[in-house]
């Protein structure tokens, strides 16, 4: 042999040797990426029943340890300006922008969408996020006001966040509706605990590195994957929850959870068909907001009465 | 079983000079610092579950001394601290009452007030605390003023800047005297605020020289700087403790303070303290946690245990 075949076959080697780099599949708690506390992991398929990663199972104490994380950033994100919020929410839909062609990927193994299909989703989703930035700082004046009252008052309503949301994502949609079901929880102030689509978790916590690289602060969105049932019951008994939202629950699982859910008076959102791909109309954000109605004196009582 | 001063007759001429002391106190063996951290780590990885949980977690509560130790005090946090004492739980009165409330001495008064007939200790801190750099006479005058107000137990803090400098028997003399104006009426916790001793070693003899001296308690830390209690450090007083016992009789008790803020932690600590010194310990008289958010974290846990249910912080007092 030449040293030129040599080198030739050489470098044809070293190609086809290079070994496979496979994604580790994590958890999306605090801002942190830890895998389950319990150890333990799932094995997730693509539409055709190949084999795509393993995804981690988690257990209740990862749940219990996602609502601390909640919690936690609770008071700075409900405090944050909405304008602020705004921005962060834009701020996702940049970084997912980014990284689509890995999304198209994703979404296309795990719902066995044609790739054009798959960037369609993935488009929609990136909309998505952009249309409730929009909304953040617009929602107060839309459900909000200024009450008539009959007295020199100011009577003010304002939506408040509700708290801690578990949420549920959709079974099949796993990526729009995932979105489709987190920004409205998150734009008004509210934190949340997602549990991912069981069958296809991989979007989701690929969404997580996205919200950690863009301005989300860590603990606003948690991302738990594994059995929706086992991490939903104890979420929705859960005494620090004040929310859950049922979409990727079935019948009979909603209706045991949302028994579990009326002991601390939990909000709760009831499963229902929708299209991701609609308009979604404003129903996601009222669903976990309170109003907070406060009077105020208007300060122009003088001696001779109200100005009114 | 004794609580006073020790008697300690095999060691009596270690303390008869500050040569002596100190070449007692260097002839200590020297501590493995690698040891003595993974033995705390190993000891850290035990599972208790169910029953034992609940008894450890009704353990704990019945050790926490807690403590509201700032300058911000009033009266009225201190008397809701003192009903917290007695009903850690009031939706639950089968809660133990925590072993003490920890208060300055001014405000001494209104904490005996506040926990009066439920059995619960006031300790007071003393000495110039957290720094401990006041003239002998003002110490000690601290010392009397919180006995005089019905101070249960007295938490001393010892000069760490003599004890660096070498000066075994000025602290040593210090500890003798703060024992003697506390009297029959209270018991003693020497504080050695161990993130400020750097060594391992300086830990060692420190809980010795506070041993020799008279303490009932020895505890960690004032809560006030960066390193306060961890295991390693509370597992080498807990040897301490016990090799201390086998050699004079004298049961001295340990308290660990400030950083314990989790159920698990607290858990880990009386893992700790079975292995270590034994089940004597396992006894406020003799163990207590220094701590104040510990206590809601510990309730938490236990009303999960009983209902199933995570419970939050919306079910516990603000302290």
Redesign the interface.
Same mark, same amino acid.
């Given at each position: 042999m030449s040293t030129a075949e040599k080198t030739e076959k050489a470098e044809k080697t070293e190609k086809t040797e290079r070994l496979s780099v496979f994604k580790t599949y994590k958890l999306y708690v605090g801002g942190k990426f830890p895998r389950s506390e319990s150890g333990r992991v799932y094995e997730v398929s693509d539409s055709k029943g190949n084999w795509l990663a393993n995804a981690p199972q988690s257990s209740r104490k990862d749940a219990r340890d996602a609502v601390v994380a909640a919690r936690k950033a609770f008071g700075g994100w409900a405090g944050a300006t909405a304008y602020n919020r705004g921005q962060v929410l834009y701020r996702v839909a940049e970084m997912l922008e980014g990284r689509r062609e890995q999304f198209v990927r994703e979404v296309a193994d795990a719902e066995g969408l044609s790739r054009p299909k798959a960037a369609a989703v993935v488009d929609a989703a990136v909309d998505r996020w952009v249309w409730y930035a929009g909304w953040t700082d617009k929602i107060a004046q839309v459900i909000g006001g200024a009450n008539p009252v009959a007295g020199p008052y100011f009577n003010l309503s304002s939506p408040e966040p509700t708290g801690v949301v578990a949420v549920l994502a959709p079974q099949q949609s796993s990526f729009l509706g995932l979105v489709s079901v987190v920004a409205p929880v998150i734009a008004t102030g509210n934190t949340a605990v997602v549990i991912a689509s069981e069958k296809a978790p991989l979007p989701a916590l690929s969404l997580g590195e996205v919200l950690a690289t863009s301005d989300v602060p860590g603990g606003v969105v948690n991302v738990l994957s594994g059995r929706t049932a086992e991490i939903a019951a104890p979420l929705a008994a859960h005494q620090d929850v004040n929310a859950i939202d049922l979409a990727g629950a079935d019948e009979a699982l909603a209706r045991e959870l949302e028994i579990a859910a009326a002991d601390n008076l939990k909000r709760v959102l009831r499963p229902q068909g929708v299209d991701y791909f609609e308009t979604p109309g404003i129903d996601r954000m009222t669903a976990f907001l309170e109003t907070k109605t406060v009077w105020h004196p208007t300060g122009s009582l003088g001696a001779s009465g109200s100005s009114y | 079983m004794p609580t006073t001063a020790p008697t300690a007759h095999a060691l009596s001429d270690v303390t008869a000079s500050d040569s002596t002391l100190s070449r007692f106190l260097h002839g200590l063996p020297g501590v493995d610092a690698v040891g003595l951290e993974a033995r705390a780590a190993s000891l850290g990885t035990r599972s208790i579950k169910t029953t034992a949980k609940a008894y450890a977690i009704d353990l704990a509560i019945s050790m926490v001394d807690l403590t509201t130790l700032e300058g911000a005090d009033t009266p009225g946090k201190v008397r809701a601290l003192g009903a917290k004492a007695v009903h850690p739980d009031p939706t639950d009165r089968t809660t133990p009452t925590t072993a003490a409330v920890c208060v300055y001495p001014d405000m001494v008064a209104v904490a005996k007030e506040a926990v009066a007939g439920s059995g619960v200790k006031v300790a007071s801190v003393a000495t110039a605390f957290p720094a401990g750099r006041a003239a002998l006479d003002v110490k000690l005058a601290d010392v009397r003023d919180a006995v005089a107000a019905g101070a249960d137990e007295i938490d001393m803090v010892i000069d760490r800047g003599a004890f660096l400098a070498g000066k075994y028997l000025k602290v040593y003399d210090e500890i003798v005297a703060v024992k003697e104006a506390c009297g029959t009426s209270a018991r003693l916790k020497v504080i050695f605020e161990t993130g400020e001793l750097s060594t391992y070693d300086n830990i060692r003899r420190a809980s010795w020289v506070g041993m020799l001296a008279g303490a009932d308690f020895i505890k960690t830390s004032t809560g006030k700087v960066a390193v306060n209690a961890t295991p390693a450090n509370t597992l080498l007083m807990l040897e301490a403790v016990r090799d201390f016992r086998a050699q004079t009789g004298t049961q001295v008790g340990v308290k660990p303070a400030g950083g314990i803020r989790t159920t698990k932690d607290a858990i880990k600590f009386l893992v700790l303290v079975n292995e270590t010194a034994g089940e004597d310990w396992l006894d406020n008289h003799w163990f207590r946690f220094g701590a104040s958010s510990l206590l809601n974290d510990l309730l938490m846990q236990r009303?999960k245990l009983a209902t &199933?249910? %995570?419970? &939050?912080?919306? %079910?516990v007092t603000v302290d």
């Open positions: - | 009303q &199933g249910r %995570y419970s &939050g912080p919306d %079910y």
